[in-house]
């Protein structure tokens, strides 16, 4: 409904992607959802906490997704013969409840390979990350309430607009993909 969705773009639940530790594929990243391209790229991913705000801190889950998702587009890039990436910026929605966090993740073929083989990263990476709130509610609160949905979907729609401009950079073309 917001146009996340398009030609060639799917919308895919408990999506496993497997993550790179030491050269070897261990264990997966499961996202809740995922935006993908045919069915390799993918180009953005969300995950949900149930739990409330105060309890659980989605970002760790978002950036470890966001990392597995570098490795693995760029593993797809290889194997169809395109140049693999030194960075993208991966976009990212958590959800606590119903409210979105809205993220740009920046990873780097360093910070990559610093998470798979446990060190400690020098410069630290910088993430975006955008708060949907509206006046006078309370965090638990989020979609069923009228006036935070009109401006949580408005900041979805901005949001597409946002990713849409930094996965291109990393997207293949549809007749390149085999």
């Known amino acids: 409904m917001l146009g996340y969705e398009k030609r ?4 895919r639940s408990r999506y496993a ?10 264990q997966s990243a499961l996202t809740n ?3 993908v391209q045919g069915s390799s790229t993918i180009l953005l991913v969300v995950q949900e906490d149930k ?8 970002e760790l889950q978002v950036i470890a997704e966001a990392i597995a998702t570098f490795q693995w587009n760029n593993r797809i890039r290889a194997r169809l013969g395109e140049p693999e990436l030194d960075s993208m910026t991966i976009p990212c929605i ?5 409210r979105p966090i809205f993220y740009l993740v920046p990873v780097t073929r360093e910070l990559s390979e610093a998470v798979a083989t446990a ?3 020098s ?6 990350k955008c708060v949907v709130v509206s006046n006078n509610r309370r965090l638990s609160e989020g979609m069923e309430t009228p006036d935070f949905r009109q401006v949580a979907l408005q900041h979805y729609t901005a949001f597409r607009t946002l990713a849409e401009a930094h996965w291109s950079a990393f997207i293949i073309p549809v007749e390149m993909e085999a």
């Open 94 to 98: 958590a959800m606590i409840g119903t």
């Open 119 to 121: 060190q400690y990263l």
């Open 123 to 128: 410069p630290p990476t910088v993430v975006k």
């Open 33 to 35: 959802m995922c935006l």
């Open 8 to 11: 060639g773009l799917l919308l």
């Open 51 to 58: 739990s409330t705000i105060s309890v659980r801190d989605p």
């Open 17 to 26: 992607i497997p993550l790179l530790i030491n050269g070897n594929p261990n």
